[in-house]
Nanobody, 125 residues
Framework: QVQLVESGGGLVQVGGSLSLSCAAS????????MAWFRQVPGRERECVAA????????HYTDSVKGRFTISRDNMKNTLYLQMNSLKPEDTAVYYC??????????????????WGQGIQVTVSS
């Protein structure tokens, strides 16, 4: 089984940047797709960005295109999310997730079986 641990969240001002990391263990990291999701109270968990097994293909939700970048380093077993030009509406708990049965990029939450514990990102105005 795969275990995921996020790090890098915190408090940042509007327009600032944060970088999230997700360290994976338990299985060959380069063998499945991954994604970052976020959730605010009372709303569905949404896929912010997703990446295929190799890092060659990515998907972003419209609200973060041009501001967020997802990447992975399969040698370091780590997934990243670089967040720039942050807005108050980016405030949420962010989760990394693994779709163990998929090599291709997927944004459907139902495809993701393994989740990290979540990390808070707060953008203050």
């Amino acid at each position: 089984q795969v275990q995921l641990v996020e790090s890098g969240g915190g408090l940042v001002q509007v327009g600032g940047s944060l970088s999230l990391s997700c360290a994976a263990s338990g299985r060959t990291f380069g063998g499945f797709a991954m994604a970052w999701f976020r959730q605010v109270p009372g709303r569905e968990r949404e896929c912010v960005a997703a990446i295929d097994y190799s890092g060659g293909n990515t998907h972003y939700t419209d609200s973060v295109k041009g501001r967020f970048t997802i990447s992975r380093d399969n040698m370091k077993n780590t997934l990243y999310l670089q967040m720039n030009s942050l807005k108050p509406e980016d405030t949420a708990v962010y989760y990394c997730a693994a779709a163990l049965v998929s090599l291709a990029v997927v944004s459907d939450r139902a495809m993701y079986e393994v989740w990290g514990q979540g990390i808070q990102v707060t953008v203050s105005s």
